[in-house]
């Protein structure tokens, strides 16, 4: 019996043993569905012979996978292939240079297309594999700090599924009538134009710079369940022209990004800090490879599930071959580390750090030689993305709005560092060196 993890292992297995074949073809697609079963896309156009060494292999993967691939339509001659598997999740199989394989998936998630940074922005994702960890606090205190140096910061809560960081930083008062999904439901409608000047508010908290927040949801709530049920909804655009190909759809993540450079190109802010949703979905998704964000911060505690988690998102980067493209953009956090025994648990969290990136995001030295171009560092280099920034426990934190209203400024502020120094240290270089 061969299950869904044993794919593409058999895959390669086979493919190895048509090594000389393989290199007579210009490119072999191989097709996942939503049901894990294989086809193969092929050009319409290429000469029979090299048919005929498709068909072969697709033979030989077939003995193997058995139920995987159907016995019949298992080779699919294309007349326009480049456009059936345009904006598909994809990526070559390690190994093989010429092997391009296409995963559909039932959402629009795809953690293996990673989108350069935006070198006109400054934008920081706060992200974490499990919830829970104290990000979205350790963010509004970020931004409360970055606003008491006169930046201007602008705070998206993109935990659309379970919302509550902009009550954090915006009294009911003070709320919004919209919100992110409101614009996403609206702008399908081409009436994102409508609510857009109502999605943001400017908190009270901050005494010199400015804090916008923009709210998941707004004042009016009552039908955000039904709201978001739509908001991943591509948009179709047509140009009312009989030419079909005037028509394009739009992801729902790229109508994200077109909020954003919106709200960026009115406000101009300093710094942009997103407050992304936990786990691997496609929000998260989203927030880390959509949006061209400069840095990700990795929120952890010292856990076997949290390293698990990482793990298998590092591995899915590292299959899908776009390890260089993110593992500098990228920050481990050690969040909620405990009153006690801190020395010894930020050492231990260190390492359990050091040893997950070294094993999938750092290059392999050979002891011979240590002088050459890598990315990769030594357990107590604190300068390395997997060196822990620490993030304190501390009570007082976890009523944030009541905390900052009944106590004194310069008593936050002492906390605020003793508490989240190293974490808004590290964004004020970020903003400072760009």
């Excluded at 019949?72 to 070559?92: A, G, K, M, N, S």
């Excluded at 909020?259 to 802010?269: G, S, T, V």
Aim: overall charge negative.
């Amino acid at each position: 019996m061969k299950t869904f993890d044993d794919i593409i292992p058999e895959i390669k297995n086979v493919l190895q043993t048509h090594i000389n074949d393989l290199k007579q073809l210009n490119k072999l697609v191989i097709n996942r569905d939503l049901n894990g079963r294989i086809r193969f896309l092929v050009d319409a156009n290429i000469p029979d012979n090299l048919k005929i060494i498709t068909e072969k292999i697709a033979q030989s993967i077939a003995n193997v996978l058995d139920k995987r691939i159907p016995d019949i339509d298992r080779v699919f001659y294309e007349q326009d292939l480049d456009t059936i598997i345009e904006d598909t999740p994809q990526f070559y199989l390690e190994g093989f240079p010429n092997v391009l394989f296409i995963d559909r998936l039932l959402g629009e998630t795809n953690w293996g297309s990673i989108q350069p940074e935006r070198p006109d922005s400054k934008r920081i994702v706060f992200y974490s594999i499990k919830g829970g960890v104290g990000r979205s606090t350790a963010l509004a205190v970020t931004a409360w700090a970055l606003a008491e140096e006169d930046k201007k910061v602008l705070v998206l809560d993109m935990d659309l599924e379970s919302p509550g960081l902009s009550s954090s930083l915006l009294s009911p008062e003070e709320a919004p009538m919209y919100g992110i999904v409101d614009w996403l439901v609206e702008d399908l409608i081409d009436n994102g134009n409508a609510v857009f000047p109502h999605v943001f508010s400017s908190s009270d908290l901050s005494r010199n710079g400015e804090i916008l927040v923009v709210p998941s949801y707004g004042k009016n709530h009552s039908e955000y369940i039904s709201k978001i049920g739509r908001v991943w909804m591509p948009k179709i655009n047509n140009n009312n022209n009989d030419n079909d190909n005037d028509i394009k759809r739009e992801s729902w993540h790229a109508r994200l990004e077109r909020l954003i450079q919106e709200l960026e190109a009115k406000h101009k802010p300093d710094v942009v800090l997103i407050d992304s949703r936990a786990g691997i979905d496609d929000i998260s998704s989203a927030c880390i490879t959509n949006m061209g964000a400069n840095t990700v911060l990795l929120f952890s505690i010292d856990s076997e599930q949290t390293w698990d988690g990482y793990k298998i998102l590092f591995e899915h980067w590292r299959k899908t071959g776009v390890v260089e493209k993110i593992r500098e953009r990228l920050q481990i956090v050690g969040s909620l580390i405990p009153e006690s025994n801190q020395k010894e648990y930020i050492g231990d969290l260190c390492e359990h750090s050091w040893d997950l990136f070294t094993e999938l995001l750092y290059d392999k030295v050979a002891p011979d030689n240590i002088n050459g171009d890598f990315f990769s560092f030594d357990k107590d280099e604190t300068e390395a993305p997997h060196y822990p920034l620490r993030v304190f426990w501390n009570r007082g934190f976890q009523s944030l709005m009541n905390f900052y209203r009944s106590t004194e400024q310069q008593v936050i502020r002492e906390q605020s560092k003793n508490f989240y120094g190293d974490l808004i240290e590290f964004i004020k270089g970020i903003i400072k060196n760009g």
